[in-house]
């Protein structure tokens, strides 16, 4: 087996079509390069690649279908170029399967090895079957998928009306990140089944309607980011069980109420963000009592939301970070005495 890596060079033009005389390439990185044109459908014909890394380029057009025959693909990484479901130009189509869409061919369906797939910083807007196809599919073997920074990739990826019959026995997906698309839909439940999941941002994704209370059944969650959407209502209780969250994102947003076992048990918590909402009420000490890695805190913006500590009060933490600007006249300096903190 073969394993050529060129990546960080200044290789320019096109991926030439010879690539598929490459029959026992089992890894090829080309990443980091000026490469433009579309991914030729040869690159099919290396049914020997286990890891295609053509990520930081200025490739574009659509994937082609035969990516599908690469059976033993467990890496795929396309990130940082101008991929979408466009028909090539004329002159380039013989090396494609015509479609017109990437709706209709959707070549990752057959990747029954595929484990980490990036699609980050592109032009796609939809996917046929949704996230869900990822997920739900491929022997449910998925580990990390990546479509950030694809602004109008929309409408509803989750398929969430497609999702009863989709299950598995278990779920290896540790990273789902879509930040920055336009999704306009409401959380899905269903994404309370990944059990294994580690990161899960869908911030900046125009997601709206109430969190879902089935994010709480992740247990090994550590990093969570729903910043920056229209979502509404509670933090749900249930995000009391996440016990290994690390960091918590959901600022910008229109959530209005909160409990105190949202956070109490969150003894690995170190980031808190839940500044430009509608919060109201009163966070008071019990609230971080168990916090001891807690570093940052970003209430802002909470014009309803005041604190309430003793003059007294030893945290078991110091803040790094710590912006309260809303809040001006919500509290007084003794407050300041115990809750020691550096202000950005």
């Known amino acids: ?42 690159m099919g014909e290396v049914e020997s690649l286990e890891s295609l890394d053509l990520s930081f380029n200025q490739l574009s057009g659509p994937i082609p279908r035969s990516i599908s025959r690469l059976n033993s693909l467990g890496v795929l990484k396309l990130s940082r170029n101008n991929l979408s479901e466009e028909i090539p ?18 070549p990752f369906h057959n990747l029954t090895f595929l484990k980490f797939l990036d699609l980050s910083e592109n032009e796609f807007t939809s996917i046929d079957g949704g996230v869900s196809s990822f997920i739900f599919g491929n022997n449910c073997i998925l580990k990390a998928l990546d479509l950030s920074y694809n602004p109008d990739f929309g409408g509803d990826v989750f398929r969430s009306d497609k999702n009863e019959s989709m299950s598995c026995d278990h779920y ?39 969190i879902s209370t089935s994010l709480g059944n992740l247990s090994n969650l550590e990093d969570l980011d729903l910043s920056n959407n229209a979502l509404i209502g509670a933090i749900p209780t249930s995000f009391g069980r996440l016990l290994n969250l690390r960091t918590l994102y959901l600022g910008r947003n229109r959530l209005e109420e909160f409990g105190e076992e949202c956070f109490i048990q969150l003894e690995n918590l170190e980031v808190l963000d839940i500044s430009n909402n509608f919060h109201k009420g009163v966070l008071e000490e019990p609230h971080f009592a168990n916090l001891s890695r807690f570093n940052v805190l970003l209430i802002a913006d909470n014009e309803h939301l005041s604190l309430d500590m003793t003059s007294n009060w030893v945290p078991a933490f110091q803040l790094n970070h710590f912006d309260a600007s809303s809040c001006i006249g919500c509290f007084g300096s003794e407050f300041l005495n115990g809750f020691e903190h550096k202000r950005y």
Request: no cysteine; glycine share 6%.
């Open 1 to 42: 087996m073969v394993n050529i890596d060129f990546s960080q060079n200044y290789l320019a033009d096109f991926i030439p079509s010879e690539i598929r005389m490459l029959k026992e390439l089992f890894g090829l990185n080309l990443s980091h390069n000026n490469l433009t044109g579309t991914i030729p459908a040869e």
């Open 89 to 106: 130009r004329e002159g380039h189509l013989s090396t494609f399967n015509e479609a017109s869409s990437f709706d209709n061919v959707n």
């Open 172 to 210: 290896d997906m540790q990273v789902l990140n879509l930040h920055d698309t336009s999704m306009k839909i409401k959380i899905p439940d269903w994404l309370g089944k990944l059990k294994n999941l580690q990161s899960l941002s869908l911030s900046t994704s125009l997601i709206y309607g109430s």
